[in-house]
């Protein structure tokens, strides 16, 4: 594709971001890809991120007097009974085109079966509901979902993904090794698909020496959806995952302590840590100049705010669909007005997509 990856693309932007409008359009080609490609195929992606999502110029094919002459690019879609219209400026009208699919599923029947191996992919974009629930997490869309979450946060802060955002930030010790115990050690059940992805590189011998080191980016991975989105208030299912949840609660969080109130690292450890990481990287309050941007951009949005929230909800069962993204509030300002809107302006060149319009 003639832009490259939309990481690459926003990297080549003036202060390596784009227009919230810009970014919209974005997501909703993504979501439409994403749902249409279930639809069809069954397909789950399982590693849906800005590097596997690919641009082209939308207007190749088209004369080239045409383009000079028009200023505005249209892209239409159908769904259901909307249209919905991405209007963008004929230099920057651009199509989204998901790719890579190496890691992709289209077996209808493996849905709500168990994670695998195969389904810790890029593992900083891990959904939370696999770490926390391990063994227990199902196969299904919610992996697509979350990621798509994580591309739209990487749309509005621009500059880089949220873990190069976030590099500073890692694992408090006293979390880590209570989730060290129960992803790592042999007697703890549940957890072996993480223990397998951690300890890949570690290696025992017929002695039982052992060589290699363990792959820590997955306490990072948790630790950092914390500081971004929060603990939630549900503990989700909480019977089945008790000991994560335990060790999230017990390590962050105070009793009776108020939120905003200064912990010292002595009296407060882990707690303390977390409180000061939050203060610069929530995404509800932090101080950071990217997660400010995002926060201000989204909010500027009528659902931009909720959608994100809704894409990285922890509980993969609340979590919304690619469909959910389309027809959520965030996307109203595309739904077409059928009784006023006609395309018959000869400064406008328009592309239709219309095998979902019913």
């Known amino acids: 594709c003639s832009e490259g990856d939309v990481e690459e693309y926003l990297k080549r932007q003036p202060n390596e971001a784009i227009d919230p409008t810009e970014a919209q359009s974005l997501i909703f080609q993504t979501a439409f890809a994403l749902y249409a490609a279930g639809d069809h195929f069954s397909m789950k992606h399982y590693d849906v991120k800005l590097l596997n999502i690919f641009l082209q110029r939308a207007n190749i094919g088209v004369a080239d007097d045409k383009v000079a002459n028009c200023p505005i690019t249209v892209l239409r879609y159908g769904l259901g009974s909307d249209i919905f219209a991405l209007r963008m400026p004929t230099e920057r009208a651009l199509i989204a085109k998901l790719a ?45 979902s979350f990621g798509l979450g994580l591309c739209m946060l990487h749309l509005f802060t621009g500059c880089a993904p949220y873990e190069e955002i976030l590099e500073s930030v890692v694992c408090p010790p006293t979390l880590k090794k209570k989730l060290r115990k129960i992803w790592e050690e042999e007697k703890s059940s549940g957890y072996e698909v993480i223990r397998s992805v951690i300890l ?92 400010q941007r995002a926060r201000i951009n989204l909010e500027k949005m009528d659902g931009g705010m909720d959608l994100l929230m809704s894409l990285i909800c922890f509980d993969p069962e609340k979590r919304a669909s690619p469909l959910d993204v389309l027809k959520s509030p965030f996307m109203q300002s595309l739904r077409e007005n059928p009784e006023a809107t006609q395309y018959d302006n000869e400064d406008e060149i328009v592309h239709a997509f219309m095998a979902y319009l019913k």
Request: hydrophobic letters at 30%; zero cysteines; a negative charge.
């Open 100 to 144: 890579d699919y190496g890691t992709a599923n289209v077996q209808a029947e493996s849905d709500g079966q168990p994670v695998n191996l195969s389904h810790f992919t890029t593992l900083e974009n891990t959904p939370a509901d696999f770490l926390i629930l391990g063994d227990r997490a199902k196969q299904g869309y919610g992996h697509d």
């Open 200 to 291: 890949a590189d570690v290696y025992t011998d017929e002695d039982g020496n052992t060589d290699g080191e363990a792959d820590e980016v997955l306490y990072d991975t948790l630790y950092r959806f914390l500081v971004l989105f929060g603990i939630p208030d549900e503990k989700f299912n909480e019977e089945v995952s008790s000991e994560i949840w335990q060790a999230i609660t017990s390590t962050l969080e105070i009793p009776g302590k108020p939120s905003g109130r200064a912990i010292s690292r002595k009296k407060g450890g882990d707690a303390a840590q977390y409180l000061k990481d939050r203060q610069v990287y929530s995404i509800s309050d932090g101080t950071n100049e990217n997660i």
